[in-house]
C-alpha cells in the first residue's frame, strides 16, 4: 500500500471512528471536550457533539490502525491527533458562524480534517504536495459519501433503542 493510500486509510478512521463509538455506546462516556463553556459571543466553544469518548476513541484505535497498514503506531498517533485537531478548528469556527453542532459545512469539515495530519506526516512519509491534496480530496469525497450513511445509522440505532426503552 502506498504511503498515500495509507494516509487516506487513517484519516478516514480517525474522522470515523468517533461517529463508531458514539453508535457502539451511546452517550456513555459521551462528556464534552469543551467542558460546556460558553465564549463571550453567547455561543459554545466547540458544542456537544466533541466528545472526550470521540476523542479518545481516535487517539487510541487509530495507533492500532497505523501498525495494520505497516506503520509505526506513532504516526498511527500523530495523524489521529492531526485530524482531531483539524476537527475541533472546524467546530470552533462553525460555532463562531453560528452553526449547530451536527450542521456540515461544505469544505471546513473536510479540508482541516484530512490536511492537518498530511501536513504533520508530510516528512515522515515522504509526501509530495500532490500527495497531500490527493489524500485531502479523497477525504472530502468519502465524507461527503459516508456523513449521510452515518446519520442514517444514528436514526435507525436511535429509534430501535427508543422502542426497546418503551418495550
Same mark, same amino acid.
Given at each position: 500500500?502506498?504511503? @498515500?493510500?495509507?494516509?487516506?486509510?487513517?484519516?478516514?478512521?480517525?474522522?470515523?471512528?468517533?461517529?463508531?463509538?458514539?453508535?457502539?455506546?451511546?452517550?456513555?462516556?459521551?462528556?464534552?471536550?469543551?467542558?460546556?463553556?460558553?465564549?463571550?459571543?453567547?455561543?459554545?466553544?466547540?458544542?456537544?457533539?466533541?466528545?472526550?469518548?470521540?476523542?479518545?476513541?481516535?487517539?487510541?484505535?487509530?495507533?492500532?490502525?497505523?501498525?495494520?497498514?505497516?506503520?509505526?503506531?506513532?504516526? &498511527?498517533?500523530?495523524?489521529?491527533?492531526?485530524?482531531?485537531?483539524?476537527?475541533?478548528?472546524?467546530?470552533?469556527?462553525?460555532?463562531?458562524?453560528?452553526?449547530?453542532?451536527?450542521?456540515?459545512?461544505?469544505?471546513?469539515?473536510?479540508?482541516?480534517?484530512?490536511?492537518?495530519?498530511?501536513?504533520?506526516?508530510?516528512?515522515?512519509? &515522504?509526501?509530495?504536495?500532490?500527495?497531500?491534496?490527493?489524500?485531502?480530496?479523497?477525504? @472530502?469525497?468519502?465524507?461527503?459519501?459516508?456523513?449521510?450513511?452515518?446519520?442514517?445509522?444514528? &436514526?435507525?440505532? &436511535?429509534?430501535?433503542?427508543?422502542?426497546?426503552?418503551?418495550?
Amino acid at each position: 500500500m502506498t504511503p @498515500t493510500l495509507q494516509l487516506l486509510a487513517l484519516v478516514v478512521w480517525a474522522n470515523g471512528v468517533p461517529v463508531l463509538a458514539r453508535l457502539l455506546l451511546g452517550h456513555r462516556f459521551g462528556r464534552p471536550l469543551d467542558g460546556g463553556r460558553i465564549l463571550r459571543d453567547g455561543r459554545p466553544l466547540l458544542g456537544a457533539s466533541k466528545t472526550w469518548r470521540g476523542f479518545g476513541a481516535a487517539l487510541l484505535t487509530t495507533p492500532i490502525l497505523a501498525m495494520l497498514l505497516g506503520l509505526s503506531w506513532v504516526l &498511527g498517533f500523530i495523524a489521529a491527533l492531526g485530524a482531531m485537531s483539524g476537527d475541533l478548528f472546524a467546530s470552533f469556527i462553525k460555532r463562531r458562524l453560528g452553526r449547530r453542532p451536527t450542521e456540515s459545512v461544505l469544505l471546513l469539515d473536510q479540508i482541516p480534517e484530512a490536511l492537518i495530519p498530511s501536513l504533520a506526516l508530510q516528512g515522515a512519509l &515522504g509526501l509530495s504536495a500532490l500527495q497531500i491534496a490527493i489524500v485531502s480530496i479523497g477525504f @472530502t469525497l468519502i465524507d461527503l459519501l459516508l456523513t449521510p450513511v452515518a446519520a442514517q445509522l444514528r &436514526g435507525l440505532l &436511535g429509534r430501535s433503542l427508543a422502542r426497546s426503552k418503551r418495550g
